[in-house]
């Protein structure tokens, strides 16, 4: 008889390591493994995941690179909503797991999966994100997680691979890193308790550009299309940028937040493309985008969100918000300046043919060419006339 086959959203470390022998020994499945690529990964590192896998005695494996499908469904949404969770975090991990899950859910479908297994703990987010996503796309498959079913240690899990004949220095390392197109996430003993910031070295990357650059965005219709006035992807523009910034040190922090599963959580974050070309669109839409827009965009971009934090990417009202964002956009051209410094950045101005400052139509607090002051002197008297007469009913009444 054949064995059953199962799906291990492969990521080369301890934990799914441990899941391909599990699997395969003690539940007798033909594991077949996928790495998903959502940026961030070397072709040096991605061989040698792919190398682990089939040494731990994987079926197959493949790599299915997402990247181009992540910026086009998701990010380039986030940017038109200038997403920053709880006004800090980029949703860097949050974005890439829903992406990721529903990449492995497809090829599950694809190959015939009877089962897809993830290493996810019962700590933390990804377990839900994961699961409501397989869910979806794939009911009948059953989901297997050893790792958070048998509230493995990692001691128990080395002892077992090394009975298993796999060797290899687990040593787990001070900071957890996680590196994707939109952001770098950062764990450490630090972000465990409330008080307390990561030190210079835990940042993946270091500070080494000194001194003082500007750097030029260009977006055309809300996304970003060039550097400095070379054309470009928004892909290898976003690359682009993190190889220019992240030298500074700017956009780095450590964000808090109430986690999917109701406790609080803290989580270091490196993200100097996606902080810049947030803070650079939104400048640029302050000067492009009426006040209505800008407050309906604030609204619906933060439930954009939070239900793409909390994994809920694949429910319809997702489709709704993103047709309303991409919307907005139809004036959101120009390109914007910032000046970068070690740790620090500024955006300093936008120039576009659709700026809503235009001189045309005159100079805030020094003069202006579309009204006269008794159009003002009219238009204060009427605005003003519903707050002026519940005054003075109040203070009648008051009085009598």
Known sequence: MSKPKVLLAFSGGLDTSYCVKYLSDERGYEVHAALVNTGGFSEAELKDIEQKAFGLGVASYKT??????????????????????????????????????????????????????????????????????????????????????????????????????????????????NKGLWGTSVGGKETLTSNGYLPEEAWPTQVTKTGEEVVTLQFEKGELVGLNGEAMSPVEAIVKLTDIAAPYGVGRDIHVGDTIIGIKGRVGFEASAPLLIIKAHHLLEKH??????????????EMYGTMLHEGQFLDPVMRNFETFLADTQDNVTGSVNIQLAPYRYYVTGIESKYDLMSSVFGSYGEMNNAWSGEDVRGFSKIVSNQTMIHRKVSDHAANN
């Open 64 to 177: 299915l690179d997402v990247v181009q499908k992540y910026y086009h469904e998701c990010i380039r949404y986030m940017v038109f909503g200038n997403v920053l969770k709880n006004n800090t975090y980029p949703l860097s991990v949050s974005a890439e797991r829903v992406f990721q899950a529903t990449a492995i859910a497809e090829y599950a479908n694809e190959i015939g999966a009877t089962a897809i297994a993830h290493g996810s703990t019962g700590a933390g987010n990804d377990q839900v994100r994961f699961d409501v996503v397989f869910r979806i796309l794939c009911p009948e498959v059953e989901i297997i997680t050893p790792i958070r079913d048998m509230q493995l240690s990692r001691e128990t899990e080395i002892e077992y691979l090394k009975a298993k004949g796999v060797v290899r220095d687990w040593t787990k390392s001070t900071y957890s890193i």
């Open 288 to 301: 492009t985008l009426t006040k209505q827009q800008l407050y309906w965009k604030q609204n619906i971009a």
